[in-house]
């Protein structure tokens, strides 16, 4: 038998890797936006920092609950299809085998090898054989809610505590610019290590976060300046 050739490949990363640049980023945006909208509504530094600690705990357990839900939804889905070919495989094994067999004739094998290729993969794991290649499921992209909702709720607040930090050593004549350029560089930064890490351009990773971003704390503080005057 020849040697094994492990690979690392980045598609490995994918369930994690979403969570976690989901979290930070929201976690950045969210915080920073909220920061600059109280800023210009004219309120006390105390009360933007009040504030931005409160979005922290608030869009850390909301974005916590929101992915355990989320992706504990798939998880059920995924348990639900596999314990159908549990049974399947149970009451009608040679449907199972014709079925794996026509796809590996489908992507391209010949009716005889496809076959003896699904005859060998279900005598090892037939049910594992199913769920990889009938239903796409396979350990690496497995939905995990309790990972999910960890990483998105550590991530989120790894970010807010950036523009937060910011805020604290701000003054209140310089807290909206300081915490609108070093929000966007944070932004920057985050995009394109998260694109590095999936693979993808740096510039465009980076410049598409930073976009976003920019339109959101905009949008926030023209909010906060209107009803800052009006009330």
Do not use: C
């Not at 640049?21 to 004219?42: E, P, Y």
């Not at 939804?73 to 085998?97: C, I, K, P, Y």
């Not at 790894?158 to 915490?179: D, F, H, R, S, Y």
């Amino acid at each position: 038998m020849p040697p094994r050739h492990w690979e690392r490949h980045r598609v490995s990363r994918v369930g994690w890797l979403r969570a976690a640049v989901l979290g930070a980023n929201d976690g950045i945006v969210s915080t920073a936006s909220l920061l600059l909208g109280v800023a210009a509504a004219d309120a006390s530094h105390g009360g933007i920092m009040i504030a931005g600690v409160a979005g922290l705990v608030a869009g850390a357990m909301s974005m916590a609950a929101g992915e355990y839900v989320s992706v504990h939804s798939q998880a059920d889905t995924e348990n639900a299809d596999l314990e159908r070919e549990r049974r399947e495989l149970e009451t009608d094994s040679d449907a199972e085998h014709n079925e794996l067999t026509a796809i590996y004739v489908g992507r391209g094998l010949d009716a005889k090898l496809a076959r003896q290729v699904a005859e060998q993969l279900m005598a090892h794991d037939a049910l594992g054989a199913h769920a990889r290649d009938e239903l796409g499921i396979s350990s690496m992209v497995r939905a995990r809610p309790v990972q999910a909702a960890l990483a998105s709720a550590a991530s989120f607040a790894v970010g807010a505590v950036l523009p937060l930090i910011v805020a604290a050593l701000a003054t209140a004549e310089n807290i909206l610019v300081l915490v609108s350029v070093s929000s966007l560089a944070f932004l920057a930064l985050l995009g394109g290590v998260a694109a590095r890490a999936g693979g993808a351009s740096v510039v465009v990773g980076a410049a598409r976060v930073t976009f976003w971003g920019a339109l959101a704390m905009a949008l926030t503080a023209l909010v906060g300046k209107l009803f800052g005057t009006v009330l």
